[in-house]
């Protein structure tokens, strides 16, 4: 049995990354068109910094924005993101908390990714399920309590907040959860359903086709299923988009040997027949 790929935390600048998504996806908590022109150029000025991976500069611009704006959701949202950006994770629950105050739920589902990841799983829980007593077809905060049952050992309950997670983002642009689907894809190959598994972790890589875990998880299953070709792309695929990850070297080794014993194998049957055939005549 090949070695089950685990979630690994992806680089900083992965993880960055997808925070920067979920603010976009949470989309603005207050409309723009509201907002004086002194207060949307320092918006527009501090996520600029912010995309150009100036953390301590974004964070100049949108802590300006919450001794303007205090009211203002969005700014404490980010400011608290780009804290824990700077590894400041008391300040970015803080920031978090205020903006919760201020009426965004998106910064209840970030605190509770934030308690999730410091082990802290019933708080996590709680901060999730608030979420979803105001927002109800939430599939973050499915998600997460996913995470969190599966952190427990509790599979079943874990799968069936996955499944929900996936059927809200089925078909919606804004909710696709490639991760969702991963979780989902791996617990299934971990109970034996390699279908299944291979059905989820097939509309992960179609949403996050960049991403080596991913493939590296589709071409153990595919191992696991005997399906030596797909696994090799899988691998081959999985090591092209990040040179050096070691399972992905070993399960491309391991195909090329499993698809040359197999050959080898062909060939002498191939040969035995044409014997017994000469044999004959």
């Not at 600048?13 to 998504?21: A, F």
């Not at 969005?74 to 400011?79: G, Q, W």
Request: with cysteine; net charge negative; proline share 4%.
């Amino acid at each position: 049995m090949p070695p089950i790929a685990c979630g690994k935390e992806r680089n900083r600048l992965r993880n960055i990354i997808i925070l920067l998504v979920v603010v976009a996806l949470f989309g603005l908590t207050v409309i723009a068109g509201a907002r004086t022109e002194k207060v949307a150029v320092l918006f527009e000025y501090g996520y600029a910094w912010l995309a150009a991976g100036q953390y301590s500069m974004a964070l100049r611009w949108f802590d300006e924005l919450t001794k303007i704006e205090p009211a203002d959701p969005e700014a404490h949202l980010v400011k608290g993101t780009i804290y824990q950006i700077l590894g400041d994770e008391e300040q970015a629950l803080n920031s978090w908390a205020e903006a919760e105050r201020l009426g965004s739920w998106e910064a209840v589902c970030l605190a509770g990714d934030l308690l999730y990841k410091q082990g802290k799983l019933e708080l996590a829980a709680a901060a999730y399920q608030k979420v979803l007593e105001q927002n109800a077809g939430t599939a973050k905060a499915l998600y997460g309590l996913g995470l969190v049952a599966e952190k427990k050992g509790d599979n079943a309950e874990a799968l069936g907040y996955y499944q929900q997670a996936v059927d809200i983002a089925e078909g919606n642009p804004d909710y696709e959860m490639p991760q969702a689907f991963y979780r989902l894809g791996m617990l299934h190959y971990r109970t034996g359903d390699h279908e299944q598994a291979l059905e989820a972790l097939q509309r992960a890589a179609l949403l996050s086709s960049l991403d080596p875990y991913i493939m590296l998880a589709l071409g153990e299953v595919y191992e696991a299923s005997g399906a030596i070709p797909e696994a090799l792309h899988a691998y081959e695929y999985a090591l092209h988009l990040q040179p050096g990850l070691a399972p992905a070297a070993e399960g491309v080794a391991r195909m090329k040997k499993a698809a040359g014993t197999a050959g080898s194998q062909g060939d002498n049957r191939t040969g035995q027949a044409d014997g017994g055939s000469s044999r004959a005549e």
